[in-house]
């Protein structure tokens, strides 16, 4: 039930919500005073969460930072699904979210990890058959990474799950903690947050950074339709951070 809550009610949460509706609203209202305020307001929503400069320095605050690696080699990096989906003709595909795939194959391939397990079943509401860290197998395997380095976890739903079946496989195969934990920047904050409620002592790698990362421009004080939509991500993130904390 959680699931499924935490999928239908995530529309209620997003800026172009909040901002439609104050403007259906200053638009249907007859008192001119209040009607006047809603139109207010909703501008002032959009022009917040349009600005590319107030994004970047949120972001700044909320990701991860880069933790440097010990010279060790660690037993296992685990990489959260998200980076993939279903395509057109029913096939995996990489997303924009593929540089958690990148980052942790590099981990491994370059020694700094003995194996992989990818954690990531289908996130969808409706899922179908397609099971991320399954497809996410055959394309190590393309790249010659051999099945003996390969933890595949296909149930997860969502991190939660990730992390609590990632526990209990790694336990099976008696890989000793710290893992490597490889997920998106602004994933990480949150990620880590569960994996500790779990008992998991992880390395956070962190990758995919979609904001704050590159130095001021005139233009970042311009609106932009694009920091509308990363806004959805980090709101959603912060929800999420928020429940798990309490729950």
């Given amino acids: ?12 949460i997003f800026p172009f ?8 609203t200053s638009l249907i209202i007859r008192k001119p005073h209040l009607k006047r305020r809603f139109f ?10 349009t600005c590319p400069f107030l994004l970047n320095q949120f972001a700044k605050l909320w990701d991860i ?9 660690y037993s296992c990096v685990i990489v959260l699904g998200g980076f993939s989906g279903v395509d057109a003709d029913g096939k995996g595909a990489f997303n924009s979210q593929a540089d958690r795939f990148i980052q942790s194959l590099k981990l491994l391939t370059t020694g700094k990890a003995k ?21 996410a197998k ?33 336990a099976q195969k008696h890989l000793p903690p710290p893992y490597l934990l490889v997920t998106s920047a602004f994933h990480m904050r949150r990620s880590l947050a569960i994996f500790k409620k779990q008992k998991m002592e992880v390395v956070p790698y962190p990758c995919n950074y979609i904001a704050g990362n590159g ?26 951070h928020a429940v798990n904390y309490f729950k």
């Fill in 115 to 135: 194996h992989i397990l990818v954690s990531g079943g289908n996130g969808n509401l409706l899922a179908g058959s397609f099971r991320e860290s399954d497809w």
């Fill in 1 to 12: 039930m959680f699931f499924v809550l935490s999928k239908l009610l995530l529309v209620f």
């Fill in 215 to 240: 130095e001021f421009a005139i233009t970042d004080l311009i609106p932009d339709a694009g920091p509308l939509y990363v806004w959805n991500i980090y709101i959603k993130e912060m929800v999420g």
């Fill in 17 to 24: 919500t909040w901002i439609a509706t104050f403007l259906i």
């Fill in 40 to 49: 207010i307001a909703a501008m002032i929503l959009l022009l917040i969460f």
């Fill in 138 to 170: 055959t394309q190590l395997n393309q790249l010659k990474v051999p099945d003996s380095l390969i933890i595949v976890e296909n149930k997860s739903r969502n991190t939660l799950e990730n992390a609590a079946f990632s526990k209990t496989i790694l």
């Fill in 65 to 73: 930072k880069p933790v440097p690696l010990k010279n060790q080699t």
